[in-house]
């Protein structure tokens, strides 16, 4: 049952990366309206961007406001005593003294078990798991579509600010253009940043959505995949069947001697 995440002691320490975010957020919003398309209302370009901006915005607040306070799943409780398949394999979490379901993991920030995780994120100050993962995968799409805009659109007043600081040196004495077109270019500066950096990791947390697996199941048979043992066993496993077959082959052939037959070869 999906609910609102408690508030621990735990999670108000964490609430300092929640302020970085919203900073960083509300910062890129206020400089692609006030100072890119602020000045333009009310032209119809200037409406009908902002309207598309504000609409993917509005619902990158309410995926990222999910994220933080939706719980991600916890244990049911008195869950494993009875599974019916008494020959399946059961796991027990010594930490919270609890059975844990089928991809259940042990978070050590939150100190519990979470159903279905996937990872925990620093950024939402919570688990990413069963509940909150498909705000997660919203949270990511919102946020690239709405950064993909701020370049896209507030790059031509970026030039249009360089050009004319190039040809009129006026533009240098005034100190509220000047700081304007600062605060400008670090907006946009930061919004280039995060596309480069969430161009691979929406890629990546697409694929495992539609592979049905999490980071952490992700990581686990990569790890087997990579490892040198596992070369190995499967080195040993052909070298057990090859004896097998050898040791057969060398009991047939003693059965047709004993027969008083002849074996060529």
Known sequence: MQRTRAFTQQRMYGM???VIVLTIIFG???SFVFI???????SPGAVAILFVFHLFFANLLVSFYQCVM??????PPNWGFYMGDETKRRRYCKM???WKPDRTHHCSICSRCILNMDHHCPWINNCVGFYNRKFFIQLLVYVYISLAIVVVFAFPEICDRVAE??????KYQSTGYCIS????????????????TLTNFIKFHMKLVLENYTTIENLEREVVATSPHSGLAAHRRWRSMASALHSRDRRGRRAAC???GHVAG
């Open 16 to 18: 300092g990366f929640i």
């Open 28 to 30: 890129i919003h206020s």
């Open 36 to 42: 890119v398309w602020g000045p333009k209302l009310w």
């Open 70 to 75: 939706t719980d991600p799943g916890i244990v």
């Open 96 to 98: 919270c003294n609890v």
């Open 165 to 170: 600081m190039t040809r009129s040196a006026s």
């Open 181 to 196: 077109s600062l605060i400008l270019a670090m907006a946009f500066c930061m919004a280039l940043l995060l596309i480069c």
């Open 258 to 260: 004993g027969r008083g």
